[in-house]
């Protein structure tokens, strides 16, 4: 571990293992035991989005891998390895527990996202869905990823729309109507029920920008709505399924390494 961690990754941590305690922990069974790939809270089917490498004989990386069951899935679907970084012991402790229940060989490492203790051009794929992706600032954690994959590697990440974005009010739900500026938007510093909370949005323009410099070309992007049957999700409620019909409040980015 790294000695001093950014004032954004001691919030996280103390965040997430509040969140492990009350909901993830309690999740991670049902969603290691699932075989197909599903994204974000809209849980839309990777069968119909198909926007991930095969990725049958890859070596994985997961920043901010959470309880890890994205990892496990791509593991069932073929990766050779797959490694998953996250900063908050609580997450990691109950992705060991499902590791070792459902033996799928994963490696779990301690660590800040933005400061993977692993050499350079180790990985085929690194990815996340909704870790290093929005607790990480991505002019660290991009690079990083670019350092650990291999040439012709790819990084693949799930977060929020711009949409989304600048239609979330300060704290409570997402609203319809455009409630934040997007020109400049990176840091974000929220509160619910008195928890601090840091997150990263870079707008899709400065993102796609970083993403280039980093060497990378953006090669598929989806926005992704609720389906008709969806409903509310049970924690990630802040935004209603009938918003996010109306409106994509989630999207995948699919990069490669030059
Ligand atoms: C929503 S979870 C994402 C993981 C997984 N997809 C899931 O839903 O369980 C967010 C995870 O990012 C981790 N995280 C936040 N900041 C991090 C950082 N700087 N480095 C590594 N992991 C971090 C948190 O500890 C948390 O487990």
Not at 20 to 33: D, F, H, V
Not at 163 to 191: I, Y
Request: net charge negative; with cysteine; glycine share 6%.
């Amino acid at each position: 571990m790294p000695e001093k961690l950014p004032d954004y990754a001691l919030t996280a941590r103390a965040l997430w293992t509040k969140s492990n305690a009350e909901y993830t922990a309690g999740r991670a069974r049902e969603k290691w035991a699932q075989d197909q790939i599903t994204w974000g809270v809209w849980s839309t089917p990777e069968s119909t989005v198909r926007i991930l490498p095969d990725v049958h004989g890859l070596d994985v990386i997961e920043l901010g891998c959470g309880t890890a069951y994205f990892g496990a899935w791509l593991k069932k679907h073929g990766a050779r390895r797959v490694v998953g970084i996250d900063i908050t012991p609580a997450q990691l402790e109950t992705a060991r527990a499902m590791n070792q229940e459902f033996g799928l060989g994963l490696e779990l490492i301690e660590a800040n996202a933005e400061e993977v203790p692993l050499p350079d051009a180790t990985f085929d794929l690194a990815f996340s869905e909704y870790g290093a992706s929005i607790w990480c600032d991505s002019e660290r954690w991009i690079p990083e990823a670019a350092r650990l994959l291999r040439p012709g590697g790819e990084l693949v990440f799930v977060r929020n729309t711009d949409l989304e974005m600048v239609c979330s009010p300060d704290e409570g739900k997402v609203v319809e109507r455009l409630v934040r500026p997007l020109r400049g938007m990176n840091r974000l510093d929220w509160s619910e029920d008195g928890q601090p909370s840091t997150e990263f949005h870079l707008s899709t323009t400065d993102l796609f920008q970083l993403l280039r410099r980093t060497g990378f070309d953006v090669v598929d992007y989806r926005q992704l709505y609720a389906s008709d049957d969806s409903v509310d999700h049970p924690r990630y409620d802040f935004v209603p399924a009938e918003w996010g019909r109306r409106w994509p409040s989630e999207e995948i980015w699919r990069a490669r390494k030059r």
